[in-house]
């Protein structure tokens, strides 16, 4: 049954289900569109598909001529789960959060299968590409697809393939970024790969979806135990009076042996705040205590309340408190020069600071309203940067360093300025590194 599959996806005339249209989502269906697929794209959400239908991207690095384009090209978005049957691969892109208890919630993926499971057939494969701990797809997908009548490696072809988008990065595309591809059997691994290798330059075939999942998990853990190091390394520096950022400009200079990662007010983004604890949680169930990954995590999840004593300190050394400051946070994005807010280390800074009683305002260029998010209201709008606008606030807190920030008005004009990212080399009296 796959060599059918296989042969429809080589001469892209399968069609194309992409479920769950953000910032993976989207990019993925654009590429398929690119190359000549035909592509049905599924969100819950009705006024994303709206958008899509009128030609407009909700998300920034995404044009709206994009959008028109692929729409011209057949594709065609839908809150309507039930074409699910019209497809013949199946490619799942929702989000993996967190519970409140810091537990892996896979209730996002779980919903989404149980609302395709009546409109799957026979000859089609099912990616997952969203991030989980190993043993999701054979535990969770597979059996559910079993129940439904259908053998995984025969009628319906099961993989994982985990994403790998960093919206906003300028040097790699969806296409050049390599793909890992997990299957449960290698007829599943096979039709894994014929569905990628149209679209991506390069797969990474491995040996199980179990393989795929922890690859992942590897990639984005790496990140978040040398972040951790290095912000534990950031104040250790400030006590000793020494400037971080000058040292890791220094060590980046050594040509092997060592990789620059930077110090900030915390992890933000989809995967370095979540993926840890995702396999922190499965690795309890082997007896295993994952202790150099859990104290990078401790690391990193007290950085907002390391800048908030910072900030607290400066203050009172100009004999004010935080409580009745008028705080502007810069930058709520959670990396530079986008506008995706998720998990970002500003929202919690601008949760404690009004927790303590600060008049909290932000301002970034990537997001002029705070947005809807799942755990986290604000009303407020961007602030625009000038002159008597910096004056009128007691600090100015730079939490993410956009391109489009004015950083000479802001060294120049902002009464406090409490830096997180290293952006004000030389000192100053109205200049506090945190």
């Known amino acids: 049954m ?56 909700y998300i920034e690095h995404i044009s709206s001529a994009s959008i028109k384009q692929a729409t011209e090209l057949g594709f065609e978005p839908t809150t309507d789960f039930s074409r699910a049957k019209e497809v013949d691969a199946l490619i799942l892109c929702v989000p993996t959060p967190l519970n409140k208890y810091r537990e892996p919630d896979l209730s996002f993926v779980l919903d989404t299968t149980e609302s395709l499971l009546p409109y799957l057939h026979q000859g089609m494969v099912l990616s997952l590409e969203s991030t989980t701990y190993p043993g999701t797809t054979e535990e969770e997908l597979k059996p559910r697809i079993e129940k439904c009548g259908f053998t995984v490696g025969k009628e319906i072809f099961l993989v994982f393939s985990p994403e790998r988008e960093d919206p906003g990065n300028q040097n790699f595309t969806t296409r050049s970024i390599p793909k890992v591809c997990g299957g449960c059997t290698p007829a599943c691994l096979e039709a894994g790969i014929a569905l990628y290798r149209q679209v991506i330059d390069k797969v990474v075939p491995v040996s199980s979806t179990q393989a795929a999942e922890l690859t992942k998990l590897l990639e984005n853990i790496h990140r978040s135990v040398n972040i951790g190091l290095v912000n534990e390394m950031k104040m250790v520096a400030d006590k000793m009076g020494i400037d971080i950022h000058e040292v890791i400009r220094a060590a980046a200079t050594k040509p092997f042996g060592f990789v620059p990662y930077y110090p900030g007010p915390g992890i933000g983004g989809h995967c370095i705040p979540i993926d840890p604890f995702y396999l922190t949680w499965k690795a309890r169930e082997y007896g295993m205590h994952t202790r150099f990954i859990e104290l990078a995590g401790e690391i990193n999840s007290s950085m907002p309340d390391y800048v908030v004593s910072k900030i607290s300190l400066a203050l009172n050394q100009r004999h004010k408190s935080i409580s009745g400051s008028s705080v502007l946070v810069l930058g709520i994005a959670y990396k530079k020069n986008v506008d995706d807010v998720r998990e970002s280390p500003s929202v919690a800074l601008m949760e ?75 000192p100053a009296d109205n200049i506090i590194r945190a």
């Not at 289900?17 to 819950?44: A, N």
């Not at 961007?382 to 606008?389: C, I, W």
Request: hydrophobic share 40%; net charge positive; charged share 30%.
């Open 2 to 57: 796959n060599f059918e599959l296989i042969d429809k996806l080589d001469r892209k005339t399968a069609k194309i289900g992409i479920v769950g249209l953000g910032y993976v989502g989207l990019p993925l269906m654009l590429r398929y569109s690119d190359v000549g697929y035909k592509v049905i794209g599924f969100d819950i959400d009705q006024s994303k598909v709206d958008a899509l239908r009128a030609g407009r991207s």
């Open 352 to 426: 404690r600071l009004r927790d303590l009683g600060a008049k909290v305002s932000y301002s970034d260029p990537h997001v002029p309203a705070f947005p809807k998010m799942r755990a986290h209201s604000f009303d407020l709008s961007s602030v625009a940067l000038t002159e008597d606008n910096l004056r009128r606030f007691d600090c100015v807190l730079l939490a993410t360093d956009h391109d489009k920030f004015d950083y000479q008005l802001l060294g120049a004009h902002a009464p406090l300025l409490v830096d997180c990212r290293g952006k004000f080399s030389r």
